[in-house]
């Protein structure tokens, strides 16, 4: 496979040219890098000394809390930890920028890269005991023959490898001029994938076997994207310094428990059936957004001297909003019973129609739900039932799993586009949980969630780009089985309690089962 890639150019003054990288928490408790955009975003607003930022200018629906350090989603009010951490500064490039460049380039282009200071490279570190002949070397190791000389003896050689490249063990040993890299990428470039893969583990083999030093690479078997990132500068450090390299090979991707015969697959006790569909959404009639809004609402004589979120407007001037007008006076304020947030009743009517019109209203500062949130899932089926598998971090029990079916159709009046057709990418999607008082409870509650068309949406895919397509809405599932490399996997000691709050925060307690009971 073949695949385009490009080379960017920062501002020495921006995030990646002063070192900074700021990263998110994520479910397993380990860091994720923010995107360069983001985190440059983030950055320039932090040394501003704003006490925030709001992501959704970029298209991110966050708020970045420096006070707190922390990140929350405007949507379901969840927070997560943020942090700033130094890193290494971008290579200074010298001249005019050159123009973009990508590979594969077009005929006859020219390939020249720009002039660029060189990297810096690690202090000496002890020499480590040699490993006895013929071990074999452990997981999440580099191997490196030779020892670190003073820099100065060695910069021919790392302006000739300005890229990691393969070399035997025969020509590590030789002298820096008895060959040049560039002399040997021409033969590697002969070579296929399955020869690289072969010259690869046969040098490993002799440098291992021949008592090279080696240098831990701590946590390559870790979920985080940042071990195998940490690993590949580790190598392109080392092969710049002159040095081979060997680096153990990546976890696998697990995403699948092993096949499970029909016999294996068992219901799930205190809950009926082991399917749930769901069909298109019957349209409520009878009740105006007035008369479902004065079941949620107090009128306010006397308006607070304040803004209404909604218009932005004093409360004590008419409303400012100016789209289609409701019939109802402009200057006329109400109160919401629960939360006791204060807006223009015209405000509120206007947001009411402009929503899914299914006779509940939730507040847009505090997110408190009023009535029974619905929302504009697609037709579909839910499938669930119990494997004899155990998840990673669960090995007393066994695993709930989850397929979501969902196909492509055309949009409804709810949907963003009405009359227009809707794609369903990766479906059948499969889900896990484990089968424990805790998992069951969330299992039921995702029930609820389902039946009330709040597990998926229609809209623009945040990982794909692509609109009208169905995506998940704000209650996240685990969809690895055996591994946790992209975050949805096991072991995550918090995943429960995250997803319980994402289902709260949807109106969905277990006072809904009591509901739906009734």
């Known amino acids: 496979t073949i695949r385009p890639v490009r080379r960017s150019y920062y501002d020495p003054s921006s995030a990646p040219g002063k070192g900074v990288v700021w990263e998110w ?47 929350i989603n405007r949507q379901t009010q969840r927070k997560r930890r943020v942090r700033r951490r130094l890193d290494m ?56 023959r030779g020892s670190l000389k003073p820099l100065a003896a060695q910069g021919g050689r790392r302006q000739a490898a300005s890229t990691p490249a393969l070399s035997s063990a025969s020509s590590a040993s030789s002298p820096p001029g008895a060959g040049s890299g560039k002399a040997a990428r021409p033969a590697l470039g002969t070579l296929n994938r399955s020869h690289l893969q072969r010259l690869a583990i046969a040098q490993s083999r002799v440098l291992i076997a021949s008592g090279v030093p080696t240098v831990p690479v701590k946590n390559l078997t870790g979920s985080s994207p940042v071990n195998p990132a940490l690993a590949g500068i580790t190598g392109i450090l080392m092969s710049a310094a ?31 059936h082991t399917c749930r569909k769901t069909t298109k959404k019957q349209a409520k009639k009878g009740k105006t957004p007035e ?9 306010v004589r006397h308006p607070p001297d304040e803004d209404c979120t909604i218009c932005m407007e004093r409360l004590s ?46 507040c847009p500062t505090c997110k408190t739900i009023y009535g029974v949130k619905t929302g504009t899932q697609p037709p579909g089926k839910m499938e669930y039932h119990i494997i004899p598998h155990a998840l990673p971090g669960h090995a007393d029990c066994k695993t709930i799993r989850i397929i979501y079916n ?13 009359g227009k057709s809707f794609t369903a990418r990766g479906f059948p999607r499969h889900c896990y949980l484990p089968d424990s008082e805790k998992g069951r409870k969330v299992l039921k509650l995702l029930l609820v969630a389902w039946d009330r068309r709040l597990i ?63």
């Not at 397993?28 to 890098?33: A, R």
């Not at 985190?39 to 708020?63: M, N």
């Not at 109400?334 to 006791?340: A, E, F, I, P, R």
């Open 291 to 299: 008369e479902v809004l004065k079941k949620y609402l107090q009128k």
């Open 456 to 518: 998926f949406a229609i809209g623009t895919s945040s990982t794909t780009g692509e609109s009208d397509t169905v995506i998940w809405n704000e209650i996240h599932h685990k969809t690895e089985f055996g591994s946790n490399l992209t975050g949805h996997g096991y072991p995550d000691i918090n995943y429960l309690d995250n997803v319980l709050a994402e289902l709260a925060a949807q109106g969905i307690t277990e006072e809904s089962l009591a509901q739906e009971k009734d």
């Open 89 to 144: 500064v971008y290579p200074l490039v010298s001249g005019t920028l050159p123009k973009s460049q990508s590979w594969p380039a077009s005929p006859g282009a020219a390939a020249a890269p720009p002039p660029r200071k060189a990297p810096p490279v690690p202090p000496a570190t002890p020499k480590a005991p040699a490993p006895t002949p013929g071990a074999k070397a452990p997981d999440g190791v580099a191997v490196v």
């Open 242 to 272: 002159g040095l081979p390299v060997c680096l153990t090979r990546p976890p696998k991707l697990v995403l699948h428990p092993p096949p499970v015969s029909k016999s294996e697959i068992q219901s799930i006790p205190g809950i009926s």
């Open 25 to 71: 928490e994520n479910d397993s408790g380990t860091w994720t890098p923010y995107d360069m955009d983001v985190g440059i975003t983030i950055q320039r607003a932090y040394e501003k000394q704003h006490p925030w930022v709001d992501l959704s200018a970029i298209g991110f629906c966050y708020i970045i809390d420096f006070a707190t350090m922390g990140q």
């Open 317 to 362: 001037a008419p409303s400012g909003y100016k789209g289609p007008q409701p019939a109802i006076k402009p200057d006329l304020v109400g109160k919401l019973v629960k939360c006791s947030h204060v807006f223009h009743l015209h405000c509120l009517v206007a947001m009411y129609n402009n929503g899914n019109k299914d006779g509940s209203l939730q």
């Open 406 to 418: 969902i196909p492509p159709g055309v949009q409804g009046p709810e949907h963003p586009n009405p």
